[in-house]
């Protein structure tokens, strides 16, 4: 079956581009000329892959993907900006963007980035048995316990709750503004780097045995669990 690709963009030579190019790679390609366009497409059929641009008319991407994460959508979403800058970057990764990619743009690193976020879909983090898998590293949320390789890890609470919300988000870029609240909540008053050393540990107890780095950093952006450096 055809990964279908709804492209939500208002402009039109950008839309036409992607229509053919993606077409021409095997996809079924959808298209929303604007914001609520696109959400009402996406709340009748969900597609595999959104290709979301940020200035559109009526309501902008970074609305379009909050309401999408907010309704409990979990598609992967591609956000196009023609800002070059950090804050713009997170901000879309903030609303709940997978990806994003800056205004021009080549067509084939749009390809690889679409054909890496179907990869990311199709990943073997389902949860089974409670448990969630990445790669090498098994981590089972009823007996608390962290396999990788087959051999155990001993992680404090936190350092688990921490492996946790990266495993149930692998190949997703998490803020260091999302990750504080997830873990720490917004009133934590403690040391500013916690979060750096925390990383840190649990970098140096998951690759202990050998095992590549699995948590990187994003600079300017956050970090991500992904297996590719």
Not at 103 to 118: I, S, T
């Amino acid at each position: 079956m055809r990964s279908t690709i709804l492209i939500v963009d208002d402009d039109e030579k950008i839309v036409s581009m992607l229509r053919r190019g993606l077409a021409f790679e095997g996809y079924e390609v959808q298209t929303a000329s604007n914001g609520a366009e696109g959400l009402s497409k996406l709340m009748d059929k969900e597609p595999d892959i959104v290709v979301l641009d940020v200035m559109m008319p009526q309501i902008d991407g970074f609305e379009v993907c909050r309401r999408l994460r907010e309704a409990g959508s979990k598609v992967p979403v591609l956000m196009l900006t023609a800002k070059d800058e950090v804050q713009s970057r997170v901000t879309g990764l903030d609303t709940g963007a997978d990806d994003y990619l800056v205004k021009p743009f080549a067509l084939e690193e749009l390809l690889a980035r679409v054909r890496a976020l179907l990869r990311r879909k199709a990943d073997i983090s389902n949860v089974v048995d409670n448990r969630l898998v990445y790669e090498d590293i098994i981590l089972d949320n009823d007996s608390r316990e962290v396999l990788r390789d087959g051999k155990r890890l001993e992680l404090t609470a936190k350092e688990f709750e921490l492996l946790n919300l990266f495993m149930q988000n692998p190949r997703r870029v998490l803020s260091r503004d999302l990750i504080m609240d997830k873990i720490w909540g917004y009133d934590y008053s403690g040391e500013s780097n916690v979060l750096e050393v925390y990383i840190a540990m649990l970098r140096q107890k998951t690759e202990e045995h050998g095992g590549k780095r699995l948590i990187q950093t994003i600079r300017g952006a956050g970090y991500i669990l992904r297996g590719d450096s």
